[in-house]
């Protein structure tokens, strides 16, 4: 069992940038694959990036590439979120979430931990 908990949400404007946190209590830390998913209205929650145990691997949906970057600090049980040039559409709920399944076998459906979301709201 882990529980986690994100923080830096906030409203920016667009070409703005913000740092998402998440914190994880319980279990080792560095033994879950970590992700970042973001739902808005309407649509289903999607994977945005992900990150492995030792942090050496990494993927991105396309419409993040070269604009967000994941990373983790195992001593301080977190996981990163830098989102730079942040536009309109990536407006949405952010949540973190934890995996036992390692990263190359890991898919959206696999996350079992869910942190309880914050808000990013980027303005035009």
């Known amino acids: 069992q882990v529980q986690l908990v994100e923080s830096g949400g906030g409203l920016v404007q667009a070409g703005g940038s913000l740092r998402l946190s998440c914190a994880a209590s319980?279990?080792?830390?560095?033994?879950?694959?970590m992700g970042w998913f973001r739902r808005t209205p309407g649509k289903e929650r999607m994977l945005v990036a992900a990150?492995?145990?030792?942090?050496?691997?990494?993927y991105y949906t396309d419409s993040v590439k070269g604009r967000f970057t994941i990373s983790r600090d195992n001593t301080k049980n977190t996981v990163y979120l830098q989102m730079n040039s942040l536009k309109p559409e990536d407006t949405a709920v952010y949540y973190c979430?934890?995996?036992?399944?390692?990263?190359?076998?890991?898919?959206?459906?696999?996350?079992?931990?869910w942190g309880q979301g914050t808000q990013v709201t980027v303005s035009s």
């Open positions: 979430a934890a995996s036992s399944v390692l990263f190359g076998q890991v898919t959206k459906g696999n996350f079992d931990w």
């Open positions: 319980g279990r080792t830390f560095s033994s879950y694959t």
């Open positions: 990150i492995s145990r030792s942090g050496g691997s990494t």
